[in-house]
């Protein structure tokens, strides 16, 4: 694992606490958030995503039995290495892997999503299926080697297996995680078919999942833009203090604004494109070497965003080939690359070798 792991949580009430994982320029590092219960003694009880492997979720749920023995030892009720009554619930934002491989790992937990999110489940790689990809992936090519160095990373995915929601729900859906008031709002489709927002109103934090990124380009399954807009206004019309993204550090709502603002720019530049007859590779292209935050990382991902909203725009209906989304994004880091190479080795100065 190339990104170190966090070894605590963030906490950003005394009932909230994020796990950060350092994942930027990366695929598959997400946040998660723990809630604890009002209750004397009480730990985490629920979380909002599960990581991506069995390592990373077992480390994660050593942080949470932290804070279990935390607040068995804040209440009197023991002598506080013992861990907390575990995670009851566990709420997915979204269909991901990174978002949801680490289901499995919470036996007895209820895991709850939205009914449009079994949608996106179906064009998801399953872990195996995932590890086949690597492993069977030629890293002389573009997607192999994009493969690799992203994904390889997690090593086989063993351990887990996907581990799909037992409640679902559409709309709204209130609960109350052992005295802490808990609204799931379902946005979708957004970033993928079946998105939702965790609003903790008297905590003043949403977890926006991956409707919103931080210091990465974004990427979107679903789209198109407008309705990811559309969920980041929904984010802010919950008024929070915080907001924690998907991917990255934790926000203020006035950067989420920004970032809704960055979503209608390329929303707009794609639709100039289209109407020109612009075809898609060269409208890819031109929006990622017009990239107007080159401090972000992935700046490829830009291509799969222009690849969705040319299908909203085309009217095509049926269910989006994501390993080929991301092979056209390959491409283009691999051009990226291999310029960025040709320039080094053209800088050598004479007389120096090479």
Known sequence: MNSPLPHALHALTPNVHAWLPDGHATWGMANCVAVTGR?????????????????????????????GAQADAGSGNGDGNAPGPGIRTVV???????????????????????????????????????AG???????????GAYMRRHFGRYGDFGGVRAVHPDRTFSG????????????????????????????????????AGDVVFNEDHPVHWAGPLESVHRACLAILDCDPRVVVPGHGPVMTPAEVRRYADYLLDLR????????????LPV????????DPYPAWGLTERMAILAAVEYRALDGETGRPDLVRLVGMAAEFAHRRE?????????????????
């Open 39 to 67: 209750s004397a003694g009480s730990g985490a009880v629920l979380l909002v995503d599960t990581p991506y492997t069995a390592g990373m979720t077992r480390h994660l749920k050593q942080l949470l039995d932290g804070l």
């Open 92 to 130: 997915n934002t979204h269909g991901n892997g990174d978002h949801s491989y680490g289901n499995g790992l919470f036996p007895g937990a209820e895991i709850i999503a939205t009914e449009a999110n079994g949608e996106h489940l179906c064009a998801e790689p399953a872990p195996a299926e995932l």
């Open 133 to 143: 990809l690597i492993a069977g992936s030629d890293p002389g090519t573009a997607l």
């Open 172 to 207: 709204e859906l209130e609960l109350d995680a052992d005295g802490v008031a808990v609204r799931l709002v379902e946005v979708g489709p957004a970033h993928t078919a079946g998105d939702l927002i965790v609003h903790l109103p008297e905590e003043g934090v949403v977890c």
């Open 268 to 279: 707009t530049a794609i639709h100039r494109g289209h109407q020109a007859g612009r075809p």
């Open 283 to 290: 409208l890819a292209g031109e929006l990622i070497a017009a």
């Open 338 to 354: 291999a310029a960025v190479d040709g320039a080094a080795a053209g800088s050598v100065p004479a007389g120096t070798g090479g």
